[in-house]
């Protein structure tokens, strides 16, 4: 083995290209940065739809707002994501990177284009949304610099693919690649698709800022654009499970129950799970009643099943993993008993219980056609995708640096309490914000506007005195949340500079050892849950199909 390209982990015995290694520090480190700028700004954002307290004007707001969505939906998870491509083929595989060069360019126009963005929306040029919706119009470089990135992105996805040819034919490995790598590798195809459509509409906007194209039709630009804007977070769900299942073996040393329903699950996810895209489109008049009830029902139902698929198989797996370490007692004892001290585990467990509970729940209730009319242009909405984006994936990814650091800085995490405590504490935060908004939203607070109160407008929406009461739960959940945002950036950038150096010696670092194989061990735990959420599922479903009758009252 070449001492300069590789190295091999004494901890995990996995061998380690330092390319590799390199791409997915710089990679993480942007990440983090992301969180950072997209976090000052999210509690601009709260401390302004909070009523009681309404910090910006609306000219700031809507610069804050964009500024927020973008570094936290795009900047920060594909950033986390394409370090996270960096790790599952070539590290797990025991592979070089395929293009180091081309790595390095990628990962260059992704900085450049977050840049320009950013330089942008700070500058005033582009006070858009994360949407940008045509014909509102931002200065030429904000296009081009969602070209650039998306450009970039695309430079480490298809590396990836690469990366994967040329450990299959170095046999770098046997048999099928490992499961984590087979969700890397579908959360990359699901890239492709959202980073193709980013390029093609962001592309003719360009030239439309310029003056070169004169006209813009909205409706094919919503069309095109949620091909990225929706698509980019399925590269989450899929990257997100990849995680749970890698946490779960880190922390307990679970194996799959059932590896082929894991992967035909993660197939499901290529197949089905974009077009949840269309329940930003069941209002517009151009795409025909036959295409909105495809994509909002019969189809995307496939892409659910898939996420009760590994809903059930990643407590399952910890389940199994748990009894075989001797803690079978009763029928949960294997969860009071589980790692709560360990942030890792805390992360995997609080990201698939709010993932499920409320992001997933919410997110295939709101996408049927009829309760999407009530639902979408609410509150409701960005409650919905912070119980996904935040509280699943940007919590499992939490849980999965307090890893990445030791094994990859070699550092040891400075405050391993702390580390802990941060998870607790952005996790309930984000929980209680993601119920508070959800929950105003249902007394029809507007999703978008500044104002909730609409002071001084001629039109008064009717929005309930209640509604006020859990926009201010919104605000102490958002606050809550930004604590341990910020509490994770701190812990992580001074486990990287100031961590305890590990040295490279077997034993510095502890992971959950795999438990043996025996007879047939009970899920029973696991299955009572999966009923309580189906229950869930069924009231809130029901609820809403109720609040859609009344609301559509027929003699």
Sequence with gaps: ????????????????????????????????????????????????????VHLLDPAMYYRALTFHGINMLIFWIIFFEVAILYFAAPIVLGSRVAWPRMGWVGFALMVAGSLMIDVAILRGGADVMFTSYVPLRAVSYFYLGWILYAVGALIGVLNFFATLVVAKAERTYEGSIPLVTFGALTAAIIAVVALAHGAIIYIPTWLWSLGVVQNLDAGMYRLVWWGLGHSSQQINVAAMVAVWYLLATLTVGAVPINEKVSRWAFVLYILFINLASAHHLLVDPQVSPAWKVWNTSYGMYL???????????VPASVEVAQRRHGLGKGMFEWLTKAPWGNPGFAALFLSLVLFGFMGGITGVTFGAEQVNIISHNTLRIPGHFHSTVVAGTTLAFMGLTYFVVPLIWRRRIVAPKLATLQVYVFGIGIAIFAAGMTTAGSYAVPRRHWDVQFTNALFQPPVEAAAYVFLGIMGLGGLLAALGGALYVGITVLSVFFGRRIPDQPGQIELAAIPAAGKHTPISGTLVLVFVFLAAFVIYYFLNWKWLAAIWYVQ
Aim: aromatic residues 4%.
């Design 303 to 313: 892409a659910v099943l898939a996420s009760m698929i590994h809903g059930m198989t």
């Design 1 to 52: 083995m070449d001492a300069t390209t590789f190295r091999t982990c004494a901890h995990t015995g996995l061998r380690v290209h330092l390319t590799a290694e390199r791409l997915i520090k710089v990679h993480a480190v942007a990440g983090v940065l992301a969180i950072l700028f997209g976090g000052i700004a999210a509690v601009l954002v709260v401390l302004t739809r909070w009523p009681a």
